[in-house]
């Protein structure tokens, strides 16, 4: 299995501007995650998609944060008009291929990080 | 809600010593799963270790053993003789498993340097 890929790695951009990152999961799986991680600190949950479907958003994604995952495969995690609060690295994981079972590992891809200047 | 307390913000041990990472946890389920990850300087959450609820065995593999006491929500790390390459910041991280979503719930880590 190749890993979960992210891209891009680095994002800088002005106040204001929208931003688009992507998401590859490891093949077969279909769970996918969305975390954010700000310095220093633990990633933190931002939402969750069972295949195609949305299951859950943190209460940290606002209405200016959007993610998609059509046809349950690839994902996009969308943050419009960026703040310097959002500076920080996006996490992106996959776990449970079909049939798969509960506490089932989570592969991290490595991150894209946001610059908000 | 669940919770993850790593109070060891940063430890630096000398190469070839052997160091243990403390992990604390909060939960209100019977059934989770609690996992260390490791964060080198590349950014990449790199998975080490899983337990779950039921197993309170602890094992060793390779330079790595885990010690699981739900007597006090503790789930400590050690790594033996250290190496140069260990040196990264350690998570630790618990999921519960009684609404489908299995999210993580991570601490604030444990920045391990291993000085040569």
């Known amino acids: 299995d190749t890993g979960v890929s992210q891209n891009p790695r680095h994002k800088i951009t002005k106040r204001g501007q929208n931003v688009t990152f992507r998401c590859d999961p490891i093949?077969?799986?279909?769970?996918l995650y969305w975390y954010r991680q700000t310095l220093g600190q633990g990633p933190e949950f931002l939402t969750y998609f069972q295949n195609e479907a949305q299951l859950e958003k943190s209460r940290l994604l606002s209405d200016r944060f959007s993610a998609e995952r059509p046809k349950g495969s690839f994902s996009t995690l969308e943050i419009q008009r960026t703040e310097q609060g959002d500076s920080a690295m996006y996490l992106c994981?996959?776990?449970?291929?079909?049939?798969?079972?509960?506490?089932?590992?989570?592969?991290f891809g490595a991150g894209t990080r946001l610059s908000v200047l | 809600a669940q919770k993850v307390t790593q109070a060891q913000t940063e430890i630096s041990v000398v190469e070839k010593e052997d160091v243990t990472l403390d992990c604390v946890y909060e939960t209100r389920d019977t059934t989770y799963y609690l996992f260390w990850y490791k964060q080198p300087p590349s950014g990449e959450l790199v998975f080490l270790i899983r337990r779950n609820s039921f197993d309170e065995q602890n094992e060793i593999s390779g330079r790595y053993s885990w010690n699981f006491q739900k007597s006090t929500s503790s789930f400590n790390f050690t790594i033996t003789a250290s190496q140069v390459v260990d040196s990264a910041v350690y998570f630790c991280?618990?999921?519960?498993?009684?609404?489908?979503?299995?999210?993580?719930?991570f601490g604030t880590g444990t920045r391990l340097t291993i000085i040569p």
């Open positions: 994981a996959s776990s449970t291929k079909r049939g798969g079972n509960r506490g089932d590992i989570q592969y």
């Open positions: 991280a618990l999921v519960t498993v009684s609404f489908g979503n299995e999210k993580l719930t």
């Open positions: 093949s077969e799986h279909n769970r």
